[in-house]
């Protein structure tokens, strides 16, 4: 007596399950590598704040530097209430609700005092770009921001510069005149 079932099918199921599997990981551990290098890198500040509370998921050490203090596991409300007058939790809340990003150059940062540092201010240029969840929905804000105080400081002095310079050769020039 022999008994046989037809298993090609379900063979060639699990396989294809297999390599989606596969390709799956694959993709996985890019996008990780991917926010591995972003984070380690030195150049802009980066954080990652999930849900409506906006909880800090991830915060790269250049991000923690400029505020001066941890802010991972905590809400924006918690870890930096002094942005909250600032206006920022509106502009995250902004991109969280509606997914359009929102990009501000020279902001103005207040930050009270820090784990090392007294309060102090800064300029910053940043960007709040939402991540979508699988769902399609808004998951998260991540935060690319750079430090510009020292290039505005410059830019400016170079400006006052040019008009005392300006001023100057129309001083001439009346006095030729």
Do not use: W
Not at 9 to 27: D, F, G, I, N, Y
Not at 76 to 96: C, D, I, K, N, W
Not at 128 to 143: E, M, N, S, W
């Amino acid at each position: 007596l022999i008994i046989a079932h037809e298993v090609t099918e379900l063979v060639l199921a699990r396989r294809e399950v297999e390599t989606l599997l596969h390709h799956t990981q694959a993709s996985e551990q890019s996008q990780i590598a991917v926010l591995d290098a972003l984070a380690a890198q030195s150049l802009v500040a980066v954080s990652y704040q999930r849900g409506p509370e906006h909880v800090y998921q991830m915060a790269n050490p250049l991000y923690r530097t400029l505020l001066d203090r941890d802010v991972v596991g905590r809400s924006l409300s918690q870890a930096l209430p002094e942005l909250l007058e600032q206006g920022f939790p509106t502009m995250l809340t902004r991109v969280y609700d509606s997914g359009v990003p929102v990009l501000s150059r020279e902001h103005p940062v207040h930050v009270n005092q820090g784990a090392t540092k007294p309060p102090h201010e800064f300029l910053c240029d940043f960007t709040y770009q939402p991540v979508r969840a699988a769902d399609g929905g808004v998951d998260g804000i991540l935060t690319l921001a750079v430090d510009v105080t020292e290039q505005v400081r410059l830019r400016r002095e170079a400006e006052r510069l040019a008009e005392e310079e300006r001023t100057r050769r129309d001083f001439e020039q009346h006095l030729i005149g």
